[in-house]
């Protein structure tokens, strides 16, 4: 697989790997390892013996593993296991709100199958949830510990704050705070939401509970120290009733796509006739079968039907679009269909996000996570050029990072849709004409077929890139 | 058994889940309940008469 997460710091540790002494995840020889430590010993024996493991893989809902005979990395080691390694690393600021929502309910699913088992989950990360197709799949196997009778749910304000927090303002403020789990990488300050989120959201007994009476219970204690948490004792089904409670919230959090630039670019103001449509596509299809590439990226995907056509060639695909309606919507429909082979992410390519985190090495920038056999920039290169005005060469040059082949459409000035981008605009662009953009992907591309778009102006190319 | 967590719960976290958990856990303790005693209804009800 292309997509595949290849970061590795000197040591062979994950640079994200360091808050949890029950073990890390460190790389080997391209592959991807989890040592456990000593002192997780008995967590990880419960996981196994106590049949959660196994319900958990089952289900779908954890990634397997395979415990191997490999050198430990690191002192105090247990076990060394080969967990199944997931395509795609994505993060939460990427996710649609449908992915995240789908996450949270993960998130509280594990932690409710872990206390029938005796067992809890200690941490409530968003970053232990990857997306594989339209599922997601909880991948930190040692986030589980043995519950003790009594003990409150420890991971329970890092829920809100990564989950709760971000949907809550998402459905109730505006869907692009979504971005803010980019600058709050240990999840949204829970009084900040609270600040922000509009007052009808106090007659919602979950909102009220989990954001308002949380973030003040915070301000109110902020400087107590746990001296008065020892004698105190929360039952098993108290918990439970936190986690069916938590459910319920997340479930009545609604966000509806539309509204958006794009949502409903393919239904009312597509710029294809049904001609100019079947001709795009029979192009695209030809060059998938050329091509034969087993991962796809799939950039500007809106809708995802050129994505569907990749992946009925038997490819793994990728599809970004900026909006978050489009990644919304194709997410949904993946996911009635129970689709597999197409992950949409909501990204923007003239801001994607970059290293965060300690030494800017725990999140790794998009376009390090990202690649794939073939790249499909279909309408996307006037966007790109007119409205962000970012030159050919350099769209050229990042398209030929991302991916040995190249499926791209130019839409010439002339045409009604990059009209519309240009209306009102005193700047010219004598450079954006079909010559130029030939001449500037010529650089990086060596071209193998091209076709204008039956009944359009646009053309279609088919290109390799150039060997170094 | 030792708690392995390195998160740091904080004091008003932990005050308000023992607040909630004694009345959320007695709406989930009752909902269980019930759910028992239909299930257990609908068995007899579904079972042929001998």
């Known amino acids: 697989m292309n997509h595949a997460d290849t970061s590795v710091v000197s040591d062979g540790r994950h640079p994200a790997s360091f808050r949890d002494r029950s073990g890390f995840v460190f790389h080997r020889q391209g592959r991807l390892y989890r040592q456990v430590n000593e002192s997780y010993r008995s967590h990880f024996d419960q996981l196994l013996s106590s049949g959660l493991y196994a319900e958990l893989t089952a289900a779908g809902l954890l990634v397997e593993h395979r415990e191997v005979m490999e050198p430990p990395a690191g002192p105090q080691a247990y076990k060394i296991i080969a967990p199944r390694s997931i395509p795609v690393v994505s993060y939460p600021y990427e996710w649609c709100f449908s992915q995240l929502k789908d996450a949270a309910l993960l998130t509280l699913d594990l932690q409710r199958r872990a206390l029938r088992h005796g067992m809890m989950l200690k941490d409530a990360s968003a970053y232990n949830v990857l997306f594989e197709d339209a599922a997601p799949v909880f991948i930190d196997t040692l986030s589980f510990e043995t519950y003790a009778a009594g003990q409150p749910w420890v991971a329970y304000r890092q829920f809100c704050q990564h989950f709760l927090a971000p949907l809550a303002l998402m459905s109730q403020c505006d869907i692009r705070l979504g971005q803010w789990s980019r600058l709050y990488l240990d999840g949204v300050p829970l009084d900040l939401a609270a600040r922000l989120l509009p007052r009808r959201t106090f007659w919602r007994p979950g909102l009220l509970l989990h954001l308002h009476l949380h973030a003040r219970q915070q301000r109110r204690h902020a400087a107590d120290r746990a001296t008065r948490r020892r004698a105190a004792h929360i039952s098993r089904a108290g918990l439970q009733g936190i986690v069916e409670n938590l459910t319920g919230t997340i479930q009545h959090l609604h966000w509806r796509p539309g509204g958006t630039e794009w949502a409903d670019y393919y239904e009312s103001n597509n710029n294809y006739t049904d001609q100019a449509a079947q001709s795009k596509s029979a192009f695209v299809a030809e060059c998938l079968t050329r091509i034969r590439p087993a991962t796809v990226l799939d950039l500007g995907a809106n809708t995802g039907r050129f994505s569907r056509i990749a992946r009925d060639h038997g490819a793994q695909v990728l599809s970004l679009d900026v909006d978050p309606s489009a990644t919304e919507r194709l997410y949904l429909n993946l996911r009635a269909e129970q689709s597999k082979g197409i992950l949409p992410l909501n990204v923007d390519l003239t801001n994607p996000a970059g290293g965060l985190g300690w030494d800017h090495q725990e999140r790794r920038p998009l376009l390090e996570r990202i690649g794939a056999e073939l790249v499909m920039a279909l309408a996307l290169v006037h966007h790109l050029a007119l409205t962000n005005h970012v030159p050919l060469e350099k769209l050229a040059a990042t398209f030929a990072r991302l991916g040995p082949a190249l499926v791209v459409e130019f839409v010439p000035a002339a045409d009604s849709q990059a009209q519309l981008l240009l209306a009102g605009r005193a700047e010219k662009f004598p450079d954006y004409t079909e010559e130029h953009f030939v001449a500037a992907f010529a650089r990086h591309y060596d071209l193998l077929a091209t076709r204008p778009i039956a009944d359009s102006l646009r053309t279609l190319h088919l290109m390799r890139r150039k060997s170094p | ?50």
Request: aromatic share 12%; net charge positive; charged share 20%.
């Open chain 2, 1 to 50: 058994m030792i708690c392995l967590a390195y998160l740091d719960l904080g004091t008003g976290s932990f005050l308000l889940q023992l607040a909630m958990a004694g009345c959320l856990g007695a709406v989930y303790f009752f909902k269980a309940k019930v759910a028992r005693l239909v299930a257990f209804l609908r068995r007899k009800k579904d079972k042929p008469p001998k």
